[in-house]
């Protein structure tokens, strides 16, 4: 007897289900995506933000994420050429200038209104404290 392989008819061919777009370009890995952006669920509403740096042949953008359903969010970006305002000419994609980049960006986001939580809380020593 001799043995036939089925070829692949119609119907495999209707139901067969392409991946997304980005895991067919290689650019992103959701498995790793879930993990990193899965929140505890005793944490309710909470955001969770995480930092993304770029580097490319002029800049360094640094940038501070919120992720979403929709998608992310980015809340606040700081680019390398930012730096020229500070009298910082050269080296923009230097390690330095992206450590400053790092500091910069830490800098206004933490003035933003959104970012600052509670407020003052009840303490027994003489200063106050914050939350």
Known sequence: MVF???SKN???????QVKWRRRREGKTD????RRLLN?????YNSPKYRIVVRITKRNIICQFVQ???Q??????SVYSKD????GIYTGKTSFPASYTIGLLLSKKVSQ???FIRGGKTKCKKKFECYS
């Open 4 to 6: 036939v392989q089925n």
């Open 10 to 16: 119609s119907s495999y061919h209707s139901r067969f």
């Open 30 to 33: 959701y498995f790793s995506r």
């Open 39 to 43: 929140q505890d669920k005793r944490k």
């Open 67 to 69: 992720p979403r359903i």
């Open 71 to 76: 998608g992310d969010h980015v809340l606040k």
């Open 83 to 86: 730096l020229e305002t500070f």
């Open 112 to 114: 933003e209104k959104w």
